[in-house]
C-alpha cells in the first residue's frame, strides 16, 4: 500500500512540482577485505604515473595504480609509507570481490634526487615498488618515441575496466599501450575525446626500448557500442576500440540507484507519474519518488519539467529550474542528504538523461550523474545513477 504525502517546491519562482514522503536507508559498508597480492603469494603490479622532481610538489599527474584481489566488498584505506618527502593513499569502496585496479594520489614534494623505494600495504598484506626522483635539469627534454602500431591500431593495446554508457569513468578504467622509446625524457599521452570518453598519460622514461604505459580514462560513455579511439603521442598516432555497454535498468530492489564514490544508494521507485501543474499554466511533470531497500530512513525524489506535456527522451538539468534531485531523511526539518535544484549557490547540476520510453508498457529507463550538495552544504560528485520504473 502507497503512503504518498505532497510537498510543494517552488521552481525559482518557475516551476512547482507535487512531491512525495517516503521512508529510506543507506549503505555505508563495512571495512572490505583481500590482498595486494596473488593467490600464489606474489605481489600484483604497481604502474606509476607522472615525473618526479626534487622541490618539485606532487600534481594530479602524479599517481600510481595498484591492483587489488578484494574478497569481500566495503570500504577501503589503501596507502604508502611516506618516503624522500612524498607518499600515495587512496580511500573509497567497493561492491564487488575480484582484481580491480585503485588509483592511490599522490601528495607531498620529493627532497633529494635518488631512486625512493616505498611499501604499500592493504588489509594485511604489504608490497614494494620504486620511484626514480631527479634534479630536474633534463625536465625540458621530451622522449623521443614511437607508438606501437601507428599510424594503424596500436599494438597490444589492453582496455581494463567496465563501459557502460551513463556511468563516469573511474580510476578502474585504464587502457595500457606500447611504445618504443628511441631516446629518454618526458612523455604526454593523450587521446581525442571520443563518445564522451578520454585518456591520457603522462611521466618520464628513464630506459630506452620496449615501454608500457597506461593511460587513464574519464568522462562519461554517451552511446553504447564499439568506440573507435584516436590516440596521439611522439609526434605519432594510433587508435584502439573501447566496448561500451548499454545502460542496465538496476534490479528489483534497486530500481533507483547512485553512488556518492563512497557511498551506495539504492531502492524501489514507489510512484512514477505525470501530473498538471496549475501554477504554471497546467504544464507538465514528470515525477519519481520511492524508497531504500532495506528501508526505512530517508526519501528519493526526482522531478522534471516536460517539453511538449509529454514523456520524451533527453537530457534535464537540475540547474535550469527544470528539474530537481533531493534524497531526504524522514525527518524533513533537516537538511536533505543530498540536493540538487536552481536554489543552490554556487551552482551544482544533475544531468538526468531519459533513455527510453515505452508509451505501451509505460516503462522508463534513465541515468543520472554529476554535483549535487550534502547536509553540511559541500559539493559531492554523484555518479552510477539509475532509474527504472513503470509510469503510472
Not at 78 to 106: E, H, M, P, R, Y
Not at 112 to 136: E, K
Not at 165 to 182: A, F, P
Request: aromatic letters at 10%; a negative charge.
Amino acid at each position: 500500500m502507497k503512503v504518498v504525502r505532497y510537498l510543494i517546491i517552488l521552481m525559482g519562482g518557475i516551476l512547482l512540482f507535487a512531491a512525495c514522503q517516503k521512508e529510506f536507508s543507506f549503505e555505508t559498508g563495512s571495512p572490505a577485505a583481500g590482498s595486494l597480492k596473488d593467490t600464489t603469494g606474489n605481489c600484483l603490479p604497481v604502474t606509476v604515473n607522472g615525473s618526479y622532481y626534487v622541490d618539485s610538489t606532487l600534481a594530479d599527474s602524479n599517481f600510481v595504480m595498484v591492483q587489488v584481489r578484494f574478497s569481500a566488498p566495503g570500504t577501503y584505506t589503501i596507502s604508502t609509507d611516506t618516503s624522500n618527502g612524498f607518499s600515495f593513499s587512496a580511500t573509497g569502496s567497493v561492491k564487488d570481490v575480484g582484481i580491480q585496479t585503485i588509483k592511490l594520489t599522490g601528495i607531498g614534494k620529493p627532497i633529494a634526487s635518488q631512486l625512493t623505494n616505498f611499501s604499500v600495504s592493504f588489509d594485511s598484506s604489504v608490497c614494494t615498488f620504486q620511484i626514480p626522483v631527479t634534479t630536474g635539469t633534463n625536465s625540458g627534454e621530451t622522449a623521443i618515441y614511437t607508438l606501437a602500431g601507428a599510424p594503424n591500431t596500436c599494438s597490444n593495446a589492453d582496455v581494463q575496466g567496465d563501459y557502460e554508457e551513463g556511468v563516469v569513468l573511474n580510476s578502474t578504467n585504464l587502457v595500457s599501450i606500447q611504445v618504443n622509446v628511441d631516446s629518454v625524457g618526458t612523455y604526454s599521452i593523450s587521446t581525442v575525446t571520443s563518445n564522451g570518453m578520454n585518456f591520457s598519460g603522462q611521466g618520464v622514461f628513464t630506459s630506452t626500448g620496449v615501454q608500457t604505459v597506461v593511460l587513464q580514462g574519464s568522462g562519461t560513455p554517451i552511446n553504447a557500442g564499439n568506440t573507435d579511439v584516436p590516440l596521439n603521442g611522439g609526434g605519432n598516432s594510433c587508435n584502439f576500440t573501447v566496448p561500451v555497454k548499454s545502460a542496465t535498468p538496476p534490479g528489483e530492489d534497486s530500481a533507483w540507484q547512485f553512488s556518492d564514490g563512497l557511498n551506495f544508494y539504492h531502492g524501489f521507485i514507489d510512484s512514477a507519474f505525470t501530473h498538471t501543474v496549475p501554477q504554471l499554466n497546467n504544464a507538465t511533470a514528470l515525477s519519481f519518488y520511492g524508497f531504500s531497500y532495506p528501508g526505512p530512513d530517508s526519501l528519493f525524489q526526482m522531478d522534471i519539467l516536460l517539453p511538449g506535456g509529454t514523456i520524451q527522451t533527453g537530457t534535464y538539468n537540475t540547474d535550469s529550474a527544470n528539474a530537481d534531485f533531493y534524497l531526504y531523511s524522514t525527518d524533513t526539518t533537516k537538511a536533505p542528504y543530498f540536493k540538487a535544484d536552481y536554489t543552490v549557490t554556487p551552482a551544482v547540476n544533475i544531468q538526468i538523461n531519459i533513455k527510453t520510453y515505452d508509451p505501451v508498457t509505460k516503462i522508463i529507463t534513465g541515468t543520472f550523474s554529476g554535483t549535487a550538495v550534502n547536509g553540511a552544504g559541500q559539493k559531492v560528485t554523484i555518479n552510477e545513477g539509475k532509474i527504472y520504473a513503470k509510469v503510472e
